[in-house]
């Protein structure tokens, strides 16, 4: 086996692991809605539940959000075979992401100026909590989005790019989709 090859193996590994461990997180975000997800209908069944409108802002956020991935991927697939033809799209997706993030601060502006806040109703505190663990999330995404986007610019060859690129698109998308059902949770509420 030459250098190169073994080299490469070696990277697909220690990938591989971290892949393992990335799941396990998703899947740990994943029970963790579904936890609130499952304490809001119990809420939502006691009666006295009031409905909050949701702002239109979160509709143009999720169309954001949704183009934001399609950015992310496409600039993972170019990335594969040419690094440089991928900075303008994970570039976008950086830019969507925090367009997505002051959307999301927009949206807590205007349900705060109708008169709700966290504690003013159970379907206001959930929509709160929701959104706002949604968005430390993607946060924490959009740091590694930066990250990716740091190390693709950089001169540096590395083998590692296309498994950076794929694990922070698989949090990325995994993000987009739960915005998309906590939007339908909430608009259901």
């Known amino acids: 086996m030459s250098i190169a090859v073994a080299a490469d193996h070696d990277v697909a590994r220690r990938w591989h692991v971290r892949d393992v461990g990335l799941w396990m997180f998703l899947g740990t975000i994943a029970m963790l809605f ?5 304490a809001l209908i119990v809420r939502r069944s006691t009666g006295d539940w009031a409905d909050v409108h949701l702002p239109l802002i979160l509709w143009v956020n999720t169309a954001v959000l949704v183009i934001s991935s399609a950015t992310l991927e496409r600039g993972r697939r170019l990335g594969v075979t040419d690094r440089r033809r991928a900075v303008p799209w994970v570039a976008a997706t950086c830019v969507l992401g925090s367009l997505f993030f ?3 601060i927009e949206a807590w502006r205007e349900l705060s100026r109708l008169g709700f806040y966290l504690p003013t109703t159970p379907a206001a505190s959930f929509f709160y909590v929701l959104t706002g663990v949604h968005v430390v999330h993607l946060v924490a995404a959009l740091v590694c989005v930066g990250v990716l986007l740091g190390r693709t610019v950089s001169s540096r060859a590395s083998r590692e790019w296309p498994y950076a690129a794929g694990a922070v698109s698989t949090f990325w998308h995994f993000l987009t ?12 509420a």
Do not use: E, H, K, P
């Open 177 to 188: 989709g739960v915005w998309i059902y906590l939007l339908a949770v909430l608009q259901a």
């Open 102 to 104: 002051a959307g999301q």
């Open 34 to 38: 579904a936890a609130f997800t499952s």
